[in-house]
């Protein structure tokens, strides 16, 4: 099978290496690359600076999207799959916004489309959740799904860093982008439960829908706080469904106490949390980001393209409203700016977004 | 398609309840059940005492194997597959010894074998793995794999209770069986790391090659003392790979740190943690057993094979060996019977065995 791959950045060359090395057990190769005109010396002739150079090959049969931004992966990804072009894809904005489009568009023209790694990066998350949904009702997600901020989190509080030391070390280990707003605000973790919700949910959600607060207002007093009432600080999206299909999604600093398995997931790592109806709690835990795991996750989907068992078979079957205000009487630490803090329930959006910083516990 | 259950006890009943709520959904119907002719009131017409019933009936595409036991479920699953019918099954020990035999077998006959629920219960474990190992080399796996010694490790360490009571109330609960020695003594576990390590490793393993070392000996005094240290204990097994092909999987007694992600895996939760070359450390985390999580991993396999996507590419492709001997210098605590106790490296096994208790130590 010959491949165009869509973006030679750090996923890009990732998936590039690794595709390398399944040549040896597939009839696979990487037949070209499009990336900018800067790339020739490194890609040589692989290099295509036009889409259609690979969405008109008629030899290229799958795709691999790791542009990212939406509107040109937006392009590639429909106008490939109406081609009957198989796609991959890491981009999680895309996805989160367009996940029933694309599904539908590959099983009309019978070829398949693969995001494993849109959320959760390396973890293996998405296709255990929609093989076990078709007897497992998964009315509860907890997650934590966003390597940076997990990472500042941790070096925060076992080196005692300050918050721009700890952003200072993440982009210096990579594991920071050097616009990291998305991430601090919470907006890439939006994207990520989005995805896993529209699946676990069976209908469509609106990424503006979803609730969100930051940790950019994490201090030494607030951590020290935290750590004194026996919790750890974690940036954590909860997302749940109740019995009238209304989902409950919401991304806030979250505390948890120090046995639940979210306190064990520290630096880059990731975690999802589904209880089930069936199954009772499933974790899924691993790299959550990163280069080579996210393109491990890439060219685990590329095998199954490869073994024809990629079908992926969601369908919308519900009328899904997302419900803004919180689920049930949640308990919160509410930090003032005087450095004074109270844990109490039944307390309102506004008080919450007037305090100087917030975060939800869980025990 | 037509189904064929072969075994009606807790895990059959809950096979045959999910499937009856997969019929909305595909064509799928349980038509025989192979069982006792006592259960001939439960199963009216649908009852068959005879395995031959089922075998020959080519109206049968697929069968599910829950019966436990050796012989009669190896004759079930090589004659099914022989006639060319999809196999489905829970049962570690015939698993563990025919692996790669069925396998093949499937692969000859154009129909599917699937064994998900055969280790880690519940938790999908094993499918991710095969589809990771595509490009990410495991050589180490560390596991909690049996839920009833793991509940009574966590009710002795949480309620205080003695081994018996804490045996007691497993059996009371339905997380242990009448006669618990497989499980205490790690026999279970031995089954299910022989199953993980040979897909990971690529090779057989015979499970009288795994040495195992039980949890009867464990008393109150050594919890006390081990909890004084600052740690966990659980059941674990360790499994690894050298650059040699040579394999060393233990099933011991072993501490874990407070931070460890798995001193937050407690009561009938087991968890396998898997380290990559590609994707780093991947941890699965949910219930190891029980009827309905692990009829949820059966009937997930049956949706792979009814959306014809179940094929598992596995070969055998190396010489493997199984190297009895400890591999690294790891570090042990060795209680004596007069209370006292030692933590140290460098231990020999005899010395490990004349121990009144021992566990490995794991930071």
Redesign the interface.
């Given at each position: 099978m010959k491949l165009g791959l869509f973006g030679y950045g750090t996923i890009g060359r990732g998936v590039y290496t690794?595709v390398e090395?399944?040549e040896k057990?597939y009839d696979v190769t990487i037949k070209k690359v499009f990336d900018l005109p800067i790339k020739k010396e490194q890609l040589k002739e692989k290099l295509v600076t036009n889409i259609e150079d690979i969405i008109h090959d008629d030899e290229i049969q799958c795709v691999i999207e790791v542009l990212g931004g939406h509107d040109v992966p937006y392009e590639v990804i429909t106008r490939s799959l109406k081609k009957g072009k198989s796609v991959i894809t890491a981009n999680k904005e895309v996805v989160s916004n367009h996940l029933e489009e694309f599904i539908n568009l590959a099983h009309e023209n019978h070829c398949y489309f693969c995001f494993e790694a849109s959320a959760g990066g390396?973890?293996?998350v998405l296709?255990?959740l929609i093989?076990?949904l078709?007897?497992?009702e998964v009315n509860d997600i907890f997650a934590i799904l966003n390597g940076t901020t997990n990472y500042i989190l941790t070096r925060m509080d076992e080196d005692n860093l300050s918050f721009d030391d700890a952003l200072f070390l993440a982009k210096k280990n990579g594991f920071a982008e050097a616009n990291p707003t998305a991430d601090l605000e919470g907006l890439d973790i939006v994207r990520k439960i989005n995805i896993i919700s529209s699946l676990a949910f069976k209908g469509n959600i609106k990424n503006e829908d979803i609730y969100h607060y930051g940790i950019t207002g994490v201090n030494k007093d607030i951590l020290d706080s935290i750590k004194k009432e026996g919790y750890a600080l974690k940036f954590v999206a909860s997302s749940s469904k109740n019995e009238e299909n209304e989902a409950f999604i919401r991304v806030e600093p979250t505390m948890v106490s120090?046995?639940?398995?979210f306190?064990?997931?520290k630096n880059e790592?990731n975690a999802v949390l589904f209880t089930?109806s069936?199954?009772?709690?499933?974790?899924?835990?691993?790299?959550g980001a990163g280069s080579?795991?996210t393109?491990?996750a890439i060219?685990?989907d590329l095998?199954?393209i490869l073994?024809?068992?990629?079908?992926i078979?969601y369908k919308n079957q519900n009328d899904l409203k997302v419900n803004q205000n919180k689920r049930n009487p949640f308990k919160y630490f509410i930090f003032a700016s005087d450095g004074s803090y109270v844990i109490k329930e039944e307390v309102s959006d506004e008080e919450l977004l007037a305090a100087s910083f917030y975060a939800r516990v869980i025990s």
């Open positions: 690794l090395g399944l057990s390396g973890i293996p296709r255990p093989d076990n078709k007897v497992n120090l046995n639940h398995p306190a064990a997931v790592f089930g069936t199954n009772g709690d499933l974790m899924f835990y691993g790299k080579i795991p393109a491990t060219v685990a095998v199954s073994e024809n068992r990629a079908y078979d």
